[in-house]
């Protein structure tokens, strides 16, 4: 009897939170430097890390003797799980649309996103309007319905662009009047133009808070006016202008940049992120000036024209002047190895080891605003951890396991056995359907 | 044919009711278009058309809850395999008669340019009585569809027709407007610059919320506006919005579990009823729980995934793409199974014999027989709020009935009579096999 109460008990446990120790790890906590000790993790959060620490009756160990614990990687820009185009490109403000609707927790990107250490991600619009549409950050929560994934609480944002992708998306190669025949010419199609659309698009969203904020200021006062028609354009943009929301403007050059923090200036809101931002370097005291981040490339450059003075050592200067840099990945291949972009900073401007990993955690952190939860290893941060077998900023490295709020959503064992029950299925029912088609003779079907 | 005599009476039959117990051996009789008794003990009428329904069963007519029937040249409605899904392929849908005469609209710079909307549009106004597809479907045992039409984001309402041969339109008018078809599949695919707005799915789906928080602002202004009209701006009138707010309930596309979700979670957020059609991925064990949670009930595409023929042997497959073949007929079992209401919908599949292998499939894959005739019956009566009058065999409701020899989802049945509005109809001989080869699945491919 009480053999059996033991086993009901024990098949129940598991259902509570997980009580894990990760054991005998070098443990770069990124913000307190690096030891050679234990994590403890209780409830999803990081409850101790130290030299020793107190293992919990029932916890369960991992042990991580001879390899890294670095805290979960996080990429300021990617377009993975997106479902149905990551561009609303027919227009130029295309603020109404939002991430959020379409996310797609199938994407198999999020999986492999994992695998290559990351477990939280800006997911961004498109670049092909001046004003692009809201974004949203993800925790890879891989196996989750698309509500799951959302890092809950994290602020959400919106996608600018400047320069090259929205005056030449909806245009005709070589320009306006390069086609014989009438085009639908998409405005804009200079870099004034990029500019027009973004000060128009204020102008507007200005006005309409104007609006709302009268209308709200009457419904306090108890009248009862009939509301104004609620925008889903300038929706977002008064968000904007309240600071409710982020803005991530993907841009490349100098003169852009600055363009585009003095017209923030103009109208009062703050740019949080310059994405891509290749010739920040020249502009790097404006940027801090304004408390923009800058999340850029590591050495990926001159792939067009905007990008041609863009030198790999973009991220260090601007490090050095004070900004807080982030490396992205803009890319679902380039997302898997985020380790490896992060050590090139090291290589180009001599950042030092731990600079070079807070590029992909605790800097981009800071600039999505969830630093309080995420981006290094300390008590009370959620338990996004990633183990790796060798130093994280070597590229032989490679991700063993991965944590998200304490939970194991990767783990190369099971992963590397799963790939292969999955291939045995497939096979099965490869031979199966083959077997159920009938022979293949001339077709015989009904016109209806 | 289809002359019909006022009182008819059909003895000595198995009568499934769908509605009750199944008569071994009764009589229905038919007057007037509507089912005047049902019993195994009831008096035939003097003067009555007797037919002698020895060896012959009586099944409800069968209810297509979302077709295309009745407006020629219409594509079929967005089928299973064009949910909007990535990677799905989308058919370009032919021109409904309205639609056609309609100028090329120029290119939507925003929602307030009302993309791909005619609302408005009530399939009972664009029904041809002519339209031959009638005559097909109904030689199947489909006595009525609902049909909407289907072109564009807010394509318009769907009107449960009776599929009588009729003079006008009107006559086969069950109900004119039972709710607003709309779909979210581009013709081109998704994240095309060149056309207008909205290009890619995040578009289609803000189009669609901004409609809403447009009707609801519009319903505000114009009420507050007939109540007192006197130092108020006139409120403008929006056809498109009219369209949405006749609209008492929504359809929405959905096949994978994802959009499932994703729609479910819109129409939430819209206040709107819905009904999701497509769901070809219901047989994933996470389908059932979902739509249970929601509490919508759904319509489900007979159009199974199909393994491609002659596939190109270096084409990967994904394992998702072959679960789908090898399961998707097993998904009306797992529905019924968790007490989602379902109906089925013939997406296209018009010929008799292929209905029947479709149903089949499912019934194969697990869904008892009943419950796949309720499915194609009183389920469908129930999901648009007219089992009052339809869906099963009943005192009082229409007479759509189908007399057949042998049960009507088997394959060497023989269908001997469909009643609608009491009127009867003999099927039409089917083409002979083998006659126009394979239809295509989309346009200019060729196999």
Redesign the interface.
Known sequence: MRKLLFIALAALAPVAAETIVIENATIMTVTKGTLKGSVVIRDGKIAEVGEKVMVPQGATIIDAGGQYLIPGIIDCHSHIA??????????SV?S????K??I???DVSIYRALAGGVTTANIL?GS?NAIG?KTVVLKMRWGK???GMIFEGALPGIKFALGENPKR??NPPGGRGANATP??A?YPATRMGVEDVIREAFNQAKAYKAEWDAYDASAARGEHA??P?????LEALKEVLEGKRYVHAHCYRSDEILMLLRVADDYGFKIRTLQHVLEGYKVAPEILAHGAGASTFSDWWAYKIEAIDAIPYNAALMQKKGIVVSLNSDDAELMRHLNTEAAKAMKYGGVSENDALAMVTINPAKQLGIDQRVGSIEVGKDADLVIYDKHPLSDYAKVQKVLIDGTVYFDRDKAVSAAKA?AA??QK??D???QS?PR?Q??????? | MAESPPVTAIRNARIVTVGGPVIAKGTVVIHSGLIEAVGENVAIPAGAWVIDGEGMTVYPGLIDALSTVGIPGAAPAATAGRGGGRGQTATPATTTTAAATQPAAPRAMGPEDRPQTTSWLLAADEISPSDHRIETVRSGGITTTATYPTRGIFAGQGSLLDLITAEKAGEMVVVPSLGQYISVTRAAGFGGFGSGFPGALMGYIAYIRQIYLDADHYKLVKDAYAKDPRGLERPQYDRALEGVLESKRILLPANRVIEMDRMLRLAADLKQPVILYGMREAYRPEAAPLLKKFARPVLVSLKWAEAPRDPDPEADQTLRSLSNIDQGPAAPAALQKAGVPFAFYTDGIDAPRDLVRAVKKAIDAGLAREDALRAFTLSPAEIYGVADRLGSIEKGKIANLVLTKGDIFDSNTHIETVFVDGKPYKPVAEAPPGGRGQTTEEPGEIR
Not at chain 1, 96 to 99: A, C, E, G, S, Y
Not at chain 1, 229 to 233: A, F, Q
Not at chain 1, 442 to 448: D, S
Request: charged share 35%; no cysteine; hydrophobic share 35%.
């Open positions: 997106v479902d149905g185009g990551v561009n609303e490109g027919s227009v295309s109404m649309v939002d991430i609707d379409v797609d927790p199938e619009h092909a549409g319905d698309a509500q998306a909806g085009v639908f998409r009939i509301p028609r609620k925008d889903l354009k999955a299925e497939k029912l490869l199966k359907i083959k088609q293949q001339p077709a015989r079907r009904p016109n209806g």
